[in-house]
């Protein structure tokens, strides 16, 4: 149990924190799953959400810019041999 008042609130901010980011990571992975799994012509908007929520969630610092990056440039080259 924390002692002091600063650690307290470190938990609960923590928490909210784990919370929301968990959110967000969910969200990014079913994005990226569905647009990976997605063929014809609802690839480019699957490409496209996938996308827009990596970006959102480099934003909010849960997702590291060059693991968004990666992923980003594999959903491009997966968009780009369908075409």
Known sequence: MANTKSAIKR??????????????????????????AAGGDALPTAVADAIRALDKAVTKGVVHRNTAARKKSALARRLAAAR
Not at 11 to 36: C, D, G, L, M
Request: aromatic letters at 0%.
């Open 11 to 36: 938990i609960r901010t923590n928490e909210r924190r784990r919370v929301r980011n968990r959110t967000i990571r969910s969200h990014v992975r079913t994005a990226v799953k569905t647009a990976r």
